[in-house]
Each structure stands twice: as C-alpha cells, then as structure tokens.
C-alpha cells in the first residue's frame, strides 16, 4: 500500500489511514469488486499497531464506507454510491463530541469486569443483597394494598412520602423541615446533577474534598466548573483552608460529606462543623451536604448530619434509601429552601416527569414501619461485624504495610499502603486473583491509596479477598 504516515500533524494515525482509504475508494485505488486487506496483514504492511487498522476500519465503516462480515472480510460497501444508500452516523465522533464526559477509564473497567466476571467485591459502594429488608419489604406487598397514584405525581414527589421523610429525618437526623422544601431524586446522584446543572454555571468555582467520592465525578468537568480540594486529614477536611480558597478563588459552592465520609470513613466533629456554618454565613456560600451513612454509627453515639445545626437555611442536604435499605429503590431526597426545591422539581420534570410512584410508595409505607429500626439496627450491626473483619484481616495480611484509621461508620475503608507499586499493575493482579477494590487515584490527588468496601461481601470473602490483595501486592513488591 502506497501510504506513508505524517508524523509532523497531530492527526492520529488512525484518522490519517481512515482519510487515506477513503480518497482510495473514491479515485478507485480501492475498487468495489476486491476486498480491502485484513486488520492483521494492514498493520503489517504499514508496520503500525493492529488497533490502528481496527480504529481506521471503525471509523469508515461507521460513515457508511465498507462493510465488514465475518468470513468475508472486509469489503467496500456495495450501495456506496446509490441514491438509496443510508449513511450510518460517525457515532464515535458523536460520543468525543458529547458534553457530558464519561467515567474514567479505571472506573469503567472496574464496572465491566464485575458484569463479566465473578470477583470479590471489595469495589461497590452498596449493601449486599443479604442486608437487603427483603423479608420486610414482600411483606408489606403481601399485605397491603397499594393505594399510590399510577399517573404523574406532584414534581416535588410524592406528598404523602415527602411528608414521611420529613419525620424521619426528624426523629433520626435532628432536622426539622417540612413536604414542601423536599424534593424526591432518584437516589442522591441524581439530586447531585440536579444542583450542579441548576444552581451553578460555567467558571463557577467550587470546593470538594481530597479524596472525596466526588473527587473524580465527571460531571464537575462537563459543567464547566473550576474545582478546588481540601484535604481530609483524621478530623475532615480544616475550615481554615475554605477560608484560604474563598479569599483566592470566591468560592461558589460547597460540597461535603461530613458523617464517615466516603472513602476515608472520617466523621467531621462538631467545632469544625460550626466553623464551616459560620463561614458559609458569613459569606453567603451554600454548603451542599451529602449524607448517605449518618445512621451507620458503629457507636451508638449521635452522628447528626450538618444539617441539623444549619440555622439559617445556608445547606442543601442530600440523602437516601441506597446505602442503608436497597440501591435498586432509587429513593432519594434534597432539603432545602423551597425556591431551590421547586427550581429542582421543575427541572427532575423535565428530565422524567417524576419519580415511580410504586417505588415511592414502597418507601413511604416501609420508613413510616416499625419495620426500619428494626433493620437499621440489624444492619449496624453486621456492618459493625464486617469492618472488625476487614480490620483484622489487613493486620494479618498485610503485615504493618498498611496504615488505615478504623472506620466508626459507614461501608468503606480507606488504605495507604507503605511500600511504592504501580497502581494498575497492582489492580490488574488483584483481578487475575480474583478480588477487585477501588484504586485511590480515582478519589484523591496522593498516591498510594486504596478503597476497600465492606458492605458488598460476607466475613469469609471479605478476609479471603484481602488475603488475595496481600498476594499480588507482595509479588509485585518482589517485581521491583
């Protein structure tokens, strides 16, 4: 083949190769009645890597160019000039093209292999089926009758669940609010994007905390926001450094997750909490509060959420039934002041119409039961019970190479590991074993880190799994 690669452009080689066979097919370098040369011989003959023929081959196929069928090789398309042939779209080049930017790479290969293959998961950031209220929930369906509104519901939700969720987060987190300054999501991800798209804009600065689950969210960067991090140390993030960025940057927004917070497990304590009210005060800059775990306490000792000392109205707080009844309810709820709530509801509307009235009526009748305290305490303490075991099974393992403060909440357990390794190599060995976990650099800006979940596995896997990670960790340390 007559082509030779520009390495003087910036154009991938790809595109170069796709451009060069498609002036071919059209000057009739490449005639319709012989198939095009196979990915394997291409690459050979341009001495280029196959993956660059396939993305070539992609692409053209794609615009409608060639076809490709199994036993046939690669051929060009036989219609390529009739009046009825239908283009197919270059989808790759709408997916680039897209606003709103996809997961990042690790996480979206930790995503696929757990559908493809059967792990340890030390990886997902949910309960397990097994402290799922099964039982308690076929037993409401199996004895009362759903009476929920089958059509469109209010755009806030329903009233009769907002007005239950007001009273639970009364009586279990301290915050006194009412139906109408509650807005139902699906799940607290989407009242996260709710907030981003409706309440900030392009250049608007925000802060998050380092690491943080938000830390490497996707949807900061496609709305355009500039991002600044605190870091989280033993006691959260230091009020101290919002200040700092505040003079600097005039922060915008606030995004905390104060009660064990994801991934370190920290509990934000209550001086540092007050400094961070008044100085949203002060300035005027609303704190959006993220609380999935707060009635997580291992304790027993009271894990109010910021919220519940929020005074003046300065704290959207988010919550939901994922990571203390069943992620698949996708109940959610955002408490705040009620033109926030009713800009949120009008665009949730415009995205869904609302939420499913018989997951809200499943919530609304379970969480008004004596049937919660029930599984709230049951739940504890198995959590309790699985973090002692994932406790000892690093203390075992991993043999004083590992430094973690001891969660008091939550579902996750936050790793430095004290020998140097490379990130990937260590998660691709992991999976080889069997076992798969979360790579810090997803989270935080240190290297070094690791995030283990104890929510998703049973005692025996949680210490079979860690004994897995030990094992690739020490092979690769002999490696080096």
Known sequence: MDWKLDRAVKKPIYKQLAEYIEHGIADGTFPPDKPLPSERKLASELNVNRSTVVSAYDELEANGLIERKRGSGTTISKDIWGVTKKRVPSWNQYIKAGSFLPNVPVMQRIHKELTVQKLINLASGELSEDLFPTRFLQEIISTRVFDGNLGYDHPQGNENLRDTIGKHVGIYRGIETSPSSILITSGAQQALHLVVQCLLKPGDAIVLEDPSYHYGLPVFKSAGLKTFFLPVNRDGINPEDLLFLHKRHRIKMIFLNPAFQNPTGVFLPENRRQQILELSSQHG???????????????????????????????????????????????????????????????????????????????????????FSIH?????????????????????????????????????????????????????????????????????????????????????????????????????????
């Open 376 to 480: 709230i305490k049951s739940l504890v303490k198995q959590l309790k019970q699985r973090r002692n075991q994932i406790v000892t099974s690093m203390e075992t393992y991993l043999r004083g190479d590992a430094d973690f403060q001891v969660p008091q909440g939550g579902i996750h357990l936050w790793c430095k590991l004290k020998k140097e390794y490379n990130e990937l190599q260590l998660l691709e060995a992991s999976i080889k074993r069997g076992v798969i976990y979360v790579p810090g650099a997803t989270m935080g800006s240190e290297a070094g880190y690791v995030r283990f979940t104890y929510a998703r596995e049973t005692e025996e896997k949680i210490d079979e799994g860690i004994k897995k990670f030990a094992d690739a960790f020490y092979a690769m340390d002999k490696k080096l």
């Open 285 to 371: 800059i609303p704190v959006v509060e993220d609380d999935p775990y707060s009635l997580t306490a291992f304790t027993g000792e009271d894990a109010s959420p910021l919220k519940s000392m929020d005074q003046h109205g300065n704290v959207l707080y988010i919550s939901s039934l994922s990571k203390v009844v069943a992620s698949g309810l996708r109940i959610g709820w955002v408490i705040g002041p009620k033109p926030v709530i009713e800009r949120l509801a009008d665009a949730k509307q415009q995205v869904d119409f609302g939420h499913g009235s018989f997951a809200q009526w499943m919530a609304n009748e379970f969480l008004k039961s004596s049937y």
